[in-house]
């Protein structure tokens, strides 16, 4: 049974940086596409950005190159950096896996099958 | 962006009865769509993948389909647990988005 398990700061003061990591049990690491999506309170989901098996990323664009994405390898697991985070970051992040399809130019990520448990992320001053 | 446009916002039903929930894509997202389930205080499950797919563990009673832009989650029966937000995601084009959201409601 696969699971991501997620951790990090809970409560932040603007300007500061968030950081988030998630560990995936069971299942394959280096076959799947891993990303971070977040939910303001009350609202839907927002994409915030992947990285592959070979460490390549893909950031939303809305977050205006704030976020850094890294992974380990070994340890199965993989960060997210969000700098210079103020109230309008508050949110609930989820870290989630997804398969890739490809073509022939290359690899994309996919659907989001697997998911942490979700951390909320306060910021106040 | 693609910008996914979820109707209706709000989705009243009873126990039983048929529901349709409908997604449409501002620009071509192929058949990389999928919608996902999600209750309060959990993370959202996977539904449907590649517009018409069933992932795994997924009762028959949901099914996706797909008019070029356009995309239907149909709930055949609604059950007491089905009452929940549904997203669509479309997959095709960075970034990722997701749509605004529908609430199935008693």
């Known amino acids: 049974q696969v699971q991501l398990q997620q951790w990090g700061a809970g409560l932040l003061k603007p300007s500061e940086t968030l950081s988030l990591s998630c560990t995936v049990h069971?299942?394959?690491?280096?076959?799947?596409?891993w990303s971070w999506i977040r939910q303001a309170p009350g609202q839907g989901l927002e994409w915030i950005g992947e990285i592959n098996p070979d460490g390549s990323t893909n950031y939303n664009p809305s977050l205006k190159s704030r976020a850094t994405m890294s992974l380990d390898t070994s340890k199965k697991s993989f960060s997210l950096n969000l700098h210079s985070v103020a109230a309008a970051d508050t949110a609930v992040y989820f870290c989630?896996?997804?398969?890739?399809?490809?073509?022939?130019?290359?690899?994309?990520?996919?659907?989001?099958?697997?998911w942490g448990q979700g951390s909320l992320v306060t910021v106040s001053s | 962006e693609t910008v996914m446009t979820q109707s209706p916002v709000t989705l009243s039903a009873s126990p039983g009865e048929r529901a349709t929930l409908s997604c449409r894509a501002s620009?071509?997202?192929?058949?990389?769509l999928a919608w996902y389930q999600q209750k309060p205080g959990q993370a959202p499950r996977l539904l449907i993948y590649s517009a018409s797919s069933r992932a795994t563990g997924i009762p028959a009673r949901f099914s996706g389909s797909r008019s070029e832009t356009e995309f239907t989650l149909t709930i055949s029966s609604l059950q007491s647990e089905d009452f929940a937000v549904y997203y669509c995601?479309?997959?095709?084009?960075?970034?990722?988005?997701f749509g605004q959201g529908t609430k199935v409601e008693i």
């Open positions: 995601q479309q997959y095709n084009n960075w970034p990722r988005t």
């Open positions: 989630a896996r997804s398969p890739y399809w490809s073509d022939s130019r290359g690899y994309y990520s996919a659907y989001f099958d697997r």
């Open positions: 620009q071509s997202v192929s058949s990389n």
């Open positions: 069971g299942g394959s690491f280096s076959e799947f596409f």
